[in-house]
């Protein structure tokens, strides 16, 4: 079965501390896309990025950097230096394959809150 | 505006009626997903379409749920004899590409209140 795990639910943090949201998932496929969304408060899911089952290395995109490690199924996002406009709930999701099709399997989210 | 738009945003209605909501999908898109998503969780799948084909059904689309896609644009979900369970967000997606290279863009959704 496919399973994707957020442990932390909430994360209060001050602006320009560093916070990293934890990801871990489970599939026995060994083609697999994984993805991390964000839910503002406006409710649209944003796209953030994506990650190939064969592609381990790391990511930086601004403040934003993600950590893949297949050896312990995980795939942080880590922010670096908070901003209040990154408050939002975050999504990591994991994307199976099938014989009809595909679907994005989502963990339960973090919510952070980032204060001034 | 070229990304997913989905109508009504909100939607109330009493338990027994039934509603219909609409997503149309990034024009050059293919692919279109439906998910729902309640409060405090992520968002679950619910129906994929390749183009007009409803290629796969979640077990959580109920017989009360029916989803199309004529034409292979935009895409209709209706939910009959809505019950209070029903209440939730309800998304969609679209993307291109491999089946695997699922970039998914999201509408806002339609939010469901069933009283």
Not at chain 2, 16 to 29: A, Y
Not at chain 2, 102 to 112: H, M
């Amino acid at each position: 079965a496919q399973k994707v795990t957020q442990a932390q639910t909430e994360i209060s943090v001050v602006e320009k501390e560093d916070v990293t949201l934890d990801c871990v998932y489970e599939t026995r496929d060994t083609t697999y896309y994984l993805f991390w969304y964000k839910q503002p408060p406006s409710g649209e899911l944003v796209f953030l990025i994506r990650r190939n089952s064969f592609d381990e290395q790391n990511e930086i995109s601004g403040r934003y950097s993600w950590n893949f490690q297949k050896s312990t199924s995980s795939f942080n996002f880590t922010i670096t230096a908070s901003q209040v406009v990154d408050s939002a709930v975050y999504f990591c999701a994991l994307s199976v394959f099938n014989q009809a099709g595909t679907a994005l399997i989502f963990g339960k989210g973090t919510t952070l809150s980032v204060s001034s | 505006d070229t990304g997913v738009s989905q109508n009504p945003r909100h939607k109330i209605t009493k338990r027994g009626q039934n509603v219909t909501f609409r997503c149309d999908p990034i024009s050059e898109h293919n692919r279109l997903y439906w998910y729902r998503q309640t409060l405090g969780q992520g968002p679950e799948f619910l129906t994929y379409f390749q183009n007009e084909a409803q290629l796969e059904k979640s077990r959580l689309l109920s017989d009360r749920f029916s989803a199309e896609r004529p034409k292979g644009s935009f895409s209709t979900l209706e939910i009959q004899r809505t019950e209070q369970g029903d209440s939730a967000m309800y998304l969609c997606a679209s993307s291109s590409g491999g089946i695997l290279y699922n970039e998914q863009f999201f509408g806002p959704g339609t939010r469901l209140t069933v009283l």
